[in-house]
């Protein structure tokens, strides 16, 4: 009697657990559950973990430069491809607090700046910055550029083959990094008023790019972080006439907490002078954390033909240089600068033909974003782009650019990468690993359902055995 009772028992035990299971299941009360608990973790407020996070990031970001030495400058001019070797890299440590942080708007928005420190890492370098490379001569080109056609342009041809100054020119990296006094520019400021300085990253190290303001999440958490206005600029239009702006993103990677394969990620990147997006691509694990690995696909950077979105990367318009290049002369001071992605990653053949020593491969050239899909946390980023030169014959200039090809000439490639640290990566393993129980809880809910719905069968088979058995069993027994 007391067994059949806990038999039915059972029984009744067995359906109720599975129309539970599956009902928590069916409502994902756990998946809200979790969802709410992040959304209140992340709102940007004074004293709250996000905002120390958000003040001080403490993953360290480093930015390593790669330079192309080139080694015959003079076959070049005679009408050479030019044979380049890649030199580097050239590490730094990037610093980049927010400072004079500011709350908006009853707390729904944050301002703030953001200069970034950069500190030589020789330990993470190959070579110094002392190391002489053979490049470009950017100031002379943009100073051709910009006086051909023009009066004094003859004085100008003179001048720069009387003080020795030519196309390509050997060159301090640090020099050519954070700035220099460039000669010629110093000497044609009374025609061109230009500064008398150079440098890819010049006034780059502990300076701010402006204003950003960000949401803090307060009125809706997928907003956590993402910036809203830049330098006064809202940050929804996306192409202005300048063809420089930022788009959705704080620098790295739009924030949206509990993101999607779906979800497009738009990156800023002032480089560019323009944001590009990145779309899922793998399933990938960063320190044992898993994340969805975003990066940008090939249609970015497509020529016209191919995505005619990309209307917007052909300056002046209708001018198209052809897939996987960007002209971003209007950023840089009307120097004849092109951007691609390293070793022309991603770009018409034709430009990794033009030079010896391009060796484009996705591993190493490819910019990623490693996300944390239920936190939305950064896990690991690096954004890689390459400076080139718009190099070709400038009849004015017959003694600097000689009988040279027309053609995109690299000179350096830059990584900037992050790697989530140690101890944010085992505070995050736990909270994956938590919510992952959680979310699980209606799924074993139901496998202890149907484990008691099997002892149920069984014992109810059991007990309807024919008597017969047990009288023949019986014999046995007491022999
Ligand atoms: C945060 O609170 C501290 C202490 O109350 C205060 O000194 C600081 O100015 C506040 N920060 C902001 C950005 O409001
Ligand atoms: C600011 O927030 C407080 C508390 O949430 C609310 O009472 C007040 O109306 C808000 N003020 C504005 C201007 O939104
Ligand atoms: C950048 O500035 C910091 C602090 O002012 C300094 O320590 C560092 O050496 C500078 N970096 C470069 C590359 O000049
Ligand atoms: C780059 O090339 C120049 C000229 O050939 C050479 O003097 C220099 O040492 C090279 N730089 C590096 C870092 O190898
Ligand atoms: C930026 O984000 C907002 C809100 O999430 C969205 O409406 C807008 O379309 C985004 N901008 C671009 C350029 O995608
Ligand atoms: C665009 O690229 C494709 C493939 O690389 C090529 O066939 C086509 O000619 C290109 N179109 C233009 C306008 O450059
Ligand atoms: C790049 O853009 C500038 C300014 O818009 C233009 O003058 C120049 O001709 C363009 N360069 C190329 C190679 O198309
Ligand atoms: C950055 O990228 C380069 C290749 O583009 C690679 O050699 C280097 O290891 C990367 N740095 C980091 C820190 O991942």
Known sequence: MLRSCCVYGAGVLCVLLLIAGIAMALTQVFQKLINN????????????????????????????????????????????KPFVQQIG?????????????????????????????????????????????????????????????????????????????????????????????????????????????????????????GDYIFFTGKQNYQ?????????????????????????????????????????????????????IYAQYESDVSVQGVPGFRFVPPSEVF?????????????VPAGNCLGSGLLNVSVCKEDAPIIMSSPHFYQADDKFVQDVFGMNPNKEE????????????????GAKRVQVNVYLQQIPGFSSQTGKIRTLVFPVMYLNESVL?????????????????????????????????????IVFVCRQQTPPSTEAEREPLLSS
């Open 37 to 80: 608990t992040i959304k209140k973790q992340v709102v940007l407020e004074n004293g709250t973990e996000a905002f120390s996070v958000f003040e001080n990031p403490p993953p360290p970001v480093y930015m390593q430069f790669y330079f192309f030495n080139l080694t015959n400058p003079a076959e070049v001019l005679d009408g050479d």
């Open 89 to 209: 890299p050239y590490t730094y440590r990037e610093y980049r607090p927010k400072e004079e942080v500011k709350f908006l708007d009853n707390g729904t928005r944050v301002e703030a700046v953001n200069p970034k420190t950069y500190v030589f890492e020789p330990n993470m370098s190959r070579g110094s910055e002392d190391d002489i490379v053979r490049t470009v001569n950017i100031p002379a080109v943009t100073v051709m550029e910009k006086t051909k056609g023009r009066w004094f342009e003859r004085f100008v041809s003179d001048l720069m083959t009387s003080h020795n100054v030519g196309l390509f020119g050997t060159f301090r990296v640090g020099d050519l990094l954070w700035g220099y006094e460039d000669p010629l520019l110093k000497l044609i400021q009374t025609f061109i008023p230009m500064d008398d300085h150079f440098g890819l990253f010049y006034k780059k190290n502990g300076t701010d790019d």
């Open 223 to 275: 907003d956590f972080a993402r910036i809203d206005e830049w330098n006064g600029q809202s940050t929804l239009n996306w192409w202005s006439t300048e063809g420089c702006n930022r788009i959705n993103g704080t620098d790295g990677a739009s924030f949206h907490p509990v993101i999607t394969k779906t979800e497009k990620l738009y990156m800023f990147s002032s480089d560019l002078c323009r944001s």
């Open 302 to 314: 497509a020529n016209l033909t191919i995505n005619p979105d990309n209307a917007g990367f052909c």
């Open 365 to 380: 050239h490819e910019t990623v974003v490693d996300i944390n899909p239920l936190t939305g946390m950064l896990l690991h």
């Open 420 to 456: 989530i640290d140690e101890e944010s990566a085992k505070k995050l393993y736990a909270v994956v690993t938590e919510a992952n129980v959680i979310i699980n809880i209606p799924f074993i809910v139901i496998s202890v359902g149907i484990l008691l719905g099997i002892i149920f």
